[in-house]
């Protein structure tokens, strides 16, 4: 069965401190916001699904990845149709990503996991980015996500050092640029609420 979306979109490089100098790009949360404040800075509008390279039905709330499956993210609107947005592809600043064992505690981080998010906050300062453009689908089409070509982040074992047999929980917060009005040239940069998804280490 081929998937629904069969090329992923086009890299473009920019300058973020350009657009917010210019005004074309307004800020919606607040920064240096630690996980615990994740949802209460988040979106009401936007919010990422996770999936691993395994998922094929069912549910994807309810799908558990093994550790060394890699990660595909989507981005879903509340809208009734698509919205485009618009993403950087640099792990730095993408997004921010935990692990957390059964007993609510975090899993330590490989190096390649601390790469992740470690300029969450600096987006708006950066000098050049690199960045795609992509839909985020309507809630209608949730059902279809496993024929969906998605994006992809690093497997589990490769962002944390996970030692020990068990269900642990991936925690991951996006953040990306969406239209302000269709009329005009400008864009908010939002963060979504935090996508969860569960990892089983044998």
């Known amino acids: ?32 916001a630690e996980w615990s404040q994740a ?5 009401p509008d936007y919010y990422v699904i996770l999936r691993s390279k395994g998922y094929k039905v069912g549910s994807p709330e309810s799908h558990v990845a093994e550790q060394a ?15 485009r947005v618009v993403a950087t592809v640099e792990r730095e600043y993408l997004c ?19 790469t992740y998010g470690a300029r969450f906050d600096d987006l708006t300062t950066s000098p050049r980015l690199r960045l795609i453009s992509l839909d985020a689908l309507p809630e209608s089409e949730k059902g279809q ?21 068990g269900l642990y929980t991936l925690e991951m ?6 239209p ?3 009329a005009t040239p400008g864009f908010a940069l939002v963060r979504t609420p935090v996508a969860r998804m569960k990892v089983r280490q044998q």
């Open 96 to 114: 921010r990503v935990r692990l957390l064992g059964e007993d609510g505690k975090e899993v330590v981080r490989t190096p390649l996991g601390k």
């Open 145 to 165: 996500l496993a024929l969906i070509s998605s994006l992809a982040v690093h497997s589990p074992n490769e962002l944390f050092r996970i030692t020990e047999p």
């Open 69 to 83: 499956e890699r990660i595909l993210w989507q981005p879903f609107t509340t809208h009734v149709t698509k919205s």
């Open 173 to 178: 917060q996006f953040q990306f640029l969406v």
């Open 1 to 32: 069965m081929k998937a629904k979306r069969s090329s992923l979109p086009k890299l473009m490089v920019v300058s973020f401190a350009s657009l917010f100098a210019a005004g074309l790009v307004s800020c919606q949360q607040d920064s240096g």
């Open 39 to 43: 949802e209460t800075n988040a979106s």
């Open 180 to 182: 302000t009005n269709p």
